[in-house]
């Protein structure tokens, strides 16, 4: 059928073409380091304007992967929007109001995961409420899509305009700052529309996804003239400008979101899109609707764990994860190699598991969802596990084809009163659909190829699952796992991870590291972290040489370990990215501060980690 390679780009395995541009990436790295100085300064010399007052503030943004603060911390996968995040804080925003600049950063800088073409989930906790509430602006499938649209060009799912689904990331950040935001809608904005209007160096992490995608690039005119604008491929340590999303994200901080989805940009976009064969129409931009529920909740190993509900997999998936965990009856359950050879037996039960998920709006999913978040259902599961084998795919009872979402950005924010935002936003692939719509700047996703197709034929041979079979304004399962974590009722988490089908993984083992065995917050996200996805029966574990120059790799004697239990081993290039804040609970900073009659609200130490497998940093107010 054509189809192109479904791993993720930048998680694969290793081969020469790749180590070369990771090589040649370093260089530039250096370079980087060297212009940051001159360059890194321009990009943040503005002035934030609210109610007429002036402020040119500046918040620092810790060098090393791990900052430290008791009044607020952003950890986002670049440093520039970290710091605009804690600038935000610092200006005595909500979490909320950090969130939204923070994302709209992302989506300038990263464009190749990120932007307002794609769609997010948001889990927001109030300290003072203990609220915890789900904003779901996942990407739905237009009202002329259907369920066998792509049986004649199964790539079409994929690349171009008809894999498009109708953008959410804009109308869920407004929802959001609508409810707890503090700061001018306007103000929120300006960080990003300088960014992209005079131009924003590009990232090594940027660089190495434009040198990979290069043809995908080439053949869109607007991407090319964004990434290569004088005929040639931008590069790490060179400026890039996206004047039009500049104008664009203007007239959305002017006139609010209805512009996109009611007004002249979604004209725009809408014409855009159609003219290269694309099914967007204004219709679906207005019937946009962002769906905010309660987080699901999951108590698992003496935490209780918030996050979003399906067509998200990753609460259910990492809650079931740990519950096989727990039902050891021992935290020394994940310790050492044993604790390895479980958890890749517990991934692939629950993989097997999370295919019969879907949007509940469309199917029902009822009875899976509680198996998946049942301690008795996890126990059974706990009891197929044998410390001494693995066994043949079959064994896990699978019955459907694996979804293979991909890219990602993910930041976490917790603020001066510990209100605490957890956000993923996607544009699916590297930079979409692999179009960009010249006369906006819009990125647009390839959500779409997150649906199941009746007809297709995926790598591992499996039929494709019926709930999540396309129909109109249906949202397509995702792995995506945004998490707040609290223990007694207070604050003890955030986290969340980029990567696509690696998500729940990473964050799974992230989550065990620290929570559970104890390793201190930078430790528990540089870890080398191990992947299975079922089919093929396969563990993939890290070994690899990421951007800034340090090798993460599996020890050999865990390598032999589980050789010997019988599993196959495949080294992985790659992984998820995860970025992590943690408050320590163990010593409060400010006693005595309540809200009502009995809600306390604990202050303790934040810690803030972007994962050092990318060129992120945290920011610390």
Not at 186 to 204: C, N, V
Not at 475 to 489: E, H, V, Y
Not at 530 to 542: D, F, G, R, S, T
Request: hydrophobic share 40%; aromatic share 8%.
């Amino acid at each position: 059928m054509g189809r192109h390679n479904m791993e993720a780009p930048l998680l694969d395995e290793k081969n020469n073409n790749r180590n070369i541009i990771r090589n040649t990436a370093l260089c530039f790295f250096f370079l980087l380091l060297t212009l940051s100085s001159l360059i890194f300064r321009d990009d943040f010399s503005y002035l934030l304007v609210k109610g007429g007052n002036k402020y040119n503030e500046r918040v620092e943004v810790g060098g090393p992967d791990s900052v430290e603060s008791d009044q607020g911390v952003v950890a986002a996968d670049d440093a520039r929007c970290s710091k605009i995040g804690a600038l935000m804080l610092k200006k005595g925003g909500h979490a909320v109001d950090a969130a939204v600049a923070t994302a709209l950063c992302v989506g300038v800088v990263n464009p190749m995961a990120s932007g307002i073409g794609g769609g997010a989930f948001m889990v927001v906790r109030s300290s003072s409420t203990s609220q915890v509430q789900a904003f779901d602006a996942r990407e739905t499938a237009p009202l002329a899509a259907s369920q066998n649209m792509y049986e004649n060009d199964m790539r079409t799912k994929y690349y171009g305009p008809l894999s498009m689904g109708v953008p959410g990331e804009i109308a869920g950040l407004h929802e959001a700052w609508l409810r707890y935001g503090r700061l001018d809608w306007k103000t929120l904005f300006e960080p990003a529309i300088k960014l992209a209007k005079e131009g924003f160096m590009t990232a090594p992490y940027l660089g190495l996804s434009i040198a990979e995608h290069e043809l995908l690039i080439m053949n869109d005119p607007g991407l090319k003239q964004v990434f290569a604008p004088e005929g040639k491929l931008l590069q790490a340590g060179e400026k890039c400008y996206n004047v039009e999303l500049a104008h664009t994200l203007e007239e959305v901080a002017e006139q609010g979101p209805w512009v996109l989805y009611n007004g002249t940009i979604g004209e725009k976009l809408v014409k855009d899109v159609r003219q290269v064969g694309g099914i967007l129409t204004m219709e679906d931009l207005r019937n946009y609707k962002v769906e905010v529920t309660d987080a699901m909740a999951a108590n698992v190993m003496n935490y209780t764990i918030y996050g979003m509900p399906p067509p998200s997999s990753g609460t259910l998936g990492l809650s079931l994860v740990l519950n096989i965990f727990d039902s050891y009856g021992s935290a020394d359950a994940a310790k050492g190699d044993l604790g390895v050879h479980r958890l890749i037996e517990a991934l692939k039960h629950m993989f097997a598991e999370r295919m019969n998920l879907g949007d509940p709006d469309f199917v029902d999913i009822t009875k899976y969802v509680s198996e998946m978040l049942s301690v008795t259902f996890a126990k059974q599961i706990q009891e197929k596990i044998i410390d001494n084998t693995t066994f043949p795919a079959n064994y896990y009872m699978y019955r459907w084809s694996q979804l293979r979402d991909h890219g990602t950005s993910h930041f976490c924010v917790v603020d001066a009163e510990r209100n605490a935002v957890s956000m993923t936003t996607t544009v699916n692939y590297p930079f979409g659909a692999g179009v960009l719509s010249p006369s906006t700047g819009i990125i647009v996703n390839n959500e779409m190829g997150d649906f199941s197709a009746p007809t297709e034929i995926s790598p591992d041979m499996l039929p494709p699952a019926p709930a999540n079979f396309i129909r109109p304004n249906k949202r397509p399962l995702s792995s995506m796992t945004p998490l707040i974590i609290t223990k007694d009722n207070q604050l003890a988490g955030v986290i969340g991870g980029s990567g696509g089908m690696n998500i729940i993984p990473a964050v799974t083992q992230v989550f065990l590291n620290h929570f559970v065995l104890g390793m201190e917050p930078l430790a528990a996200v540089q870890h080398p972290r191990i992947y299975h996805k079922l089919i093929p029966n396969l563990v993939y574990y890290e070994n690899w040489t990421v951007i800034d120059g340090d090798h993460i790799e599996l020890a050999d004697e865990t390598k032999i370990f589980l050789r010997e239990k019988g599993h196959e081993l495949r080294a992985k290039s790659g992984g998820a990215i995860v970025q992590f804040v943690v408050q320590a609970l163990q010593k409060d900073i400010e006693r005595g501060r309540k809200f009502g009659k009995d809600l306390y609200i604990f202050h303790g130490t934040l810690t803030a980690v972007s994962d050092p497998r990318k060129d992120g940093k945290p920011a610390a107010v």
